[in-house]
């Protein structure tokens, strides 16, 4: 079901204006940040080849365009090697995160943690305890009025 679900068909995001985002590789004492704004996830993995060896081991990614199915593809997530995966959303407008896009997380992760910058509606479900045991995934969310903090320590020098 949740493979199904993670190989649904979506059209590839097709606005102008999230075909102009920045992504940034942030990368501080051994630690590696992804930060992939409303970024085509195409153009997100045209970018990670030039780290060479994929998938490109990162520390954090914030998922694109608020886990819109549309920029979050089976590619993309199998481009990662991630323990966090962040989804910034409140789910207002656009009612993301997309089922299909947390699902491909999911299916193609290995035993993502889901962070979600606030609680709604539509990441919610998420949260199911049995759903965590059955696809080996945790979940962290923060609060609306302090959102939710991400913390890194530096990695020791290596020998």
Request: charged share 20%.
């Amino acid at each position: 079901m949740l493979k199904a679900l993670a190989d649904a068909y979506a059209p590839q995001d097709s606005s102008p204006s999230n075909a102009t985002s920045i992504v940034l590789m942030l990368e501080w004492r051994g630690r590696k940040v992804l930060l992939t704004g409303d970024a085509y996830g195409a153009d997100v993995v045209t970018g990670l080849r030039r780290y060479g060896s994929r998938p490109v081991e990162v520390d954090v990614v914030k998922l694109p365009h608020h886990s819109s199915v549309k920029n979050v593809t089976s590619e993309l997530v199998k481009s990662l090697r991630s323990p966090v995966w962040v989804i910034s959303t409140d789910g207002g407008t656009h009612y993301h995160p997309d089922a299909a896009a947390i699902a491909r997380v999911l299916v193609d992760a290995e035993s993502p943690r889901l962070a979600f910058n606030v609680p709604s509606e539509f990441n919610g479900w998420w949260s199911d305890p049995s759903w965590m045991d059955t696809f080996d995934y945790t979940v962290e969310t923060g609060t609306k009025e302090h959102g939710l903090t991400i913390t890194l320590e530096p990695r020791p020098p290596t020998p």
